[in-house]
């Protein structure tokens, strides 16, 4: 059986210490074949022979045995050639003693008388035997001793294997004192060792002893800060790390035997498989934890535990509640500031019908920087579509600077929209904050019985789209130069008449430059749309323009959108403007 270990060691583990493994495995091989031929023989000639064979394995126990715990404890700086050398000196001087008649008997000789009936015969010590015995006895106890050491510093990878590995590593000692002491007749320190070796090369096989992957494991499984424990199919805890012990230290249980029972509490977290969210109060305080639970099956696929990762997400949870909040705050105060930056309701204007529509960029927690306004007299209304450049506060600050400012300019007197930009523009740049800008559409229309003159210019933005009852939609106007970048503007005004039933439509281009993937909505897109609800009351017209736009991205937008349609209002049914010459009266 040990040269079959052995022999299996040396296949199965191309390492150092699987070597010096078998080589312990043989050296106890050669030691229990002698010994039992010394018992089995009657012949006086032949137990010496046995007996000096013995010799030829227990010299070799204690540098293999050494040797291996060098290795196996990762001391590998130790095992050197010199060092192989010094140690199979002695077995060298022993077995020379051993071979050589005239030294025989200071290592062992035979008993005075050979009685059959007193067998087994008892082996004479000479001197040289003390000395070996002393040197065997000191090697081997220093190879136990870093073994133990080792050992226990891993309890916590092996457990109950760390138990049993320590207790046949010192059954050798206990047996050989017992027979030295005579306590028993008969040796069974080969067989002691031979117990020894068969545990090892379980240990190697079955737990990976020569291997450092579970050590390795072990290591970043005990530095985690979060719980991990094995349990059986009984709920009892197999094992777990430091921070599975705090945690269990603090919750009610209950022992199973040798092992701690899964608190009651704990069982409820990871009653099922996959991933939940439990809260556990702890030293009166409440805390929030993810379990992790994974099924350990065994070599048959049949339930043998179960892993259970517990990770304390109590900060997590507080951090996203205190997000939640000032997400919440934020969105209240852009929404608050957004309203203040545009008309809650547009003024009720005859002749003249106006809507508007804005949507902020993402959720709506940043103030955006389009905005609109309409204001004016009875029979003059002016209008302003603007998009400043940039979020939040410095865009709010300009998008309040820009509406106030033309509000200003031409409450009083009515400048004509050019001008109007013109001024604004002078104004922008005369400010400390030089780098936002925006793009306005500003102008006036007035009402001429049925119609309405309009008048406007562009600084830098999207052309409106002029909306026909009849014919083709198209845009209109100069864009012209986007205001407070340059002291010199380009700015061309429009002026047209809008029959009844017709509408011009501006927007920001957060409306044509909202995406899906790689595609825009872009202006052909508009049109489209348009066309649908040609003829449509203003109100209309601005909404379906703003959900088409929001339908097509099927996302939050990723820039402001605001609609202003201007329209000169006709006969209206079910929303849609009638044809003016298709009316008849009664």
Known sequence: MNVAVSGYLWSQQRSGAAIALGVLGAAIAVWCLSYAGT?????????????????????????????????????????????????????????????????????????????????????????????HFAYTVAILLAATVLFLHDLWRRSLVYREQVITFSAVAVLPFIVSVGYNLRLWRVDFTPLAFSVTLMVLAWGVVRHGLLKLTPIAYRRLVDVLTDAVLVLDVFDNVVTSNPAADSLLSKLPGERSGLRRRLPAVLGQV??????????????????????????????????????????????????????????????????????????????????????????????????????????????????????????????????????????????????????????????????????????????????????????????????????????????????????????????????????????????????TEARCGRDFFGERRLIHELDRVRGAAATRIARHVLEAVLEFQQSDPVDDMAILVVQAPGPVRSGRVVDPQKVTTA
């Not at 339930?303 to 205190?322: H, Q």
């Not at 603007?386 to 106030?404: E, N, Q």
């Open 270 to 511: 990871v009653k099922q498989d996959g991933n939940e969210e439990a809260t556990l109060v702890l030293d009166g305080e409440r805390r929030f934890w993810e379990s992790q639970v994974s099924e350990l099956p065994d070599a048959d696929g049949r339930a043998g535990g179960r892993l259970v990762v517990l990770r304390d997400i109590t900060a997590r949870r507080r951090n996203e509640l205190e997000r939640t909040r000032i997400l919440a705050e934020q969105a209240r105060v852009a929404a608050t500031l957004n309203r203040s930056l545009r008309p809650d309701t547009l003024p009720a204007t005859p002749g003249v019908s106006f809507a508007a529509e804005f949507r902020p960029a993402g959720a709506g927690r940043e103030m955006g920087g389009d905005f609109y306004d309409v204001y004016g007299t009875e029979d003059t209304w002016l209008f302003t579509l603007g998009d400043v450049s940039g979020k939040g506060a410095p865009a709010a600050a300009v998008t309040a600077l820009s509406r106030y400012s033309l509000r200003a300019l031409t409450t009083n007197r009515l400048l004509s929209p050019p001008k109007a930009l013109q001024a604004l523009n002078q104004q922008l740049l005369s400010g400390e904050d030089q780098e936002k800008y925006l793009t306005a559409a500003h102008g006036w229309c007035q009402v001429d019985g049925g119609t309405v003159r309009v008048r406007f210019v562009l600084g830098g933005h999207p052309q409106p789209i002029l909306v026909p009852v009849h014919g083709e939609i198209t845009p209109v106007g100069s864009p012209g130069t986007a205001i407070g970048l340059i002291e010199e503007i380009d700015l061309n005004a429009e002026d047209m008449v809008l029959a009844p039933g017709e509408a011009l439509v501006f927007y920001t281009d957060g409306v």
């Open 39 to 131: 018992l089995l023989t009657t012949e006086p000639s032949w137990w010496v022979l046995w007996g000096d064979l013995q010799y030829l394995g227990i010299v070799l126990i204690a540098p293999a045995w050494l040797v291996f715990m060098l290795l196996w404890t990762r001391r590998e700086e130790y095992v050197t050639g010199w060092t192989v050398a010094l140690l199979l000196v002695e077995p060298f001087v022993l077995m020379a003693l051993l071979l050589n008649p005239g030294t025989h008997d200071l290592v062992r000789s035979a008993p005075v008388t050979w009685d059959l009936a007193d067998r087994p015969w008892a082996t004479v010590s000479g001197p040289a035997f003390f000395v």
